[in-house]
């Protein structure tokens, strides 16, 4: 017991000191394209883009979408990808897929991540995501702190925000499994796969 209490407080020593800087406060209200540069998705375009993508027109991921754009508005770019992950107070998080501009092809991107708190469960998902203030494809390749614990959730469909600086991304997420609770995490991007979630 004393030796899973010690890797408990390491594992809680080692992510506080990877997000060490403060978690900015996720402002409220519509993020227009960074400095009017990138056109953004329409509301429209994004509802479309989502049903495609998951294959589904249910009304509960309509919720989840409307619940995004009406508080970050039209995003500049979105994410669409499969993930991995499970959780046993301290979980692990892995991710790919491509990051898409308006008019723009897509770029192949991959992410990873650790988390810890009161989370339990694991689960396959498909992810797709809204990015707000992304000025090109080369900022998103960092960490990204979110609360878990933020998750809004309907009918299946989930969504939470990270942030990094002025940019905002807003992973919904739909897939298989069971994971639930509260947990301190990252999103972390990388132009290639990497095994190390740090």
Sequence with gaps: ??????????????????????????????????????PAYSDDEVVKAANDFF??????????????????????A???????????????????GDLI????????IYWQ????????????????????DLPTAERLFRRFPGIEGSLYFVGGFGV???????TVIAPVRFGVGWRQGIAISYMHFSPTKRINPF
């Design 1 to 38: 017991m004393l030796r899973i209490d010690r890797l408990l407080v390491c594992s809680w020593v080692l992510l506080l000191a990877a997000v060490a800087v403060p978690l900015p406060a996720l402002a409220s209200g519509s993020s227009a394209a960074p400095g009017g540069s990138q």
């Design 55 to 76: 294959k589904n027109g249910a009304a509960d991921l309509g919720k989840v979408l409307g619940k995004v754009l009406k508080e970050k508005g039209q995003p500049v």
């Design 78 to 96: 979105i994410i669409r990808g499969e993930e991995a992950g499970g959780a046993i107070g301290v979980g692990l998080r892995y991710g790919h």
């Design 101 to 108: 501009y308006k008019g723009g092809a897509g770029r192949k």
């Design 113 to 132: 991540g650790p988390s810890i708190g009161f989370d339990v469960g694991g689960n396959a998902v498909k992810v797709f995501a809204l990015v707000y």
């Design 160 to 166: 939470n925000y990270v942030q990094g600086d002025k």
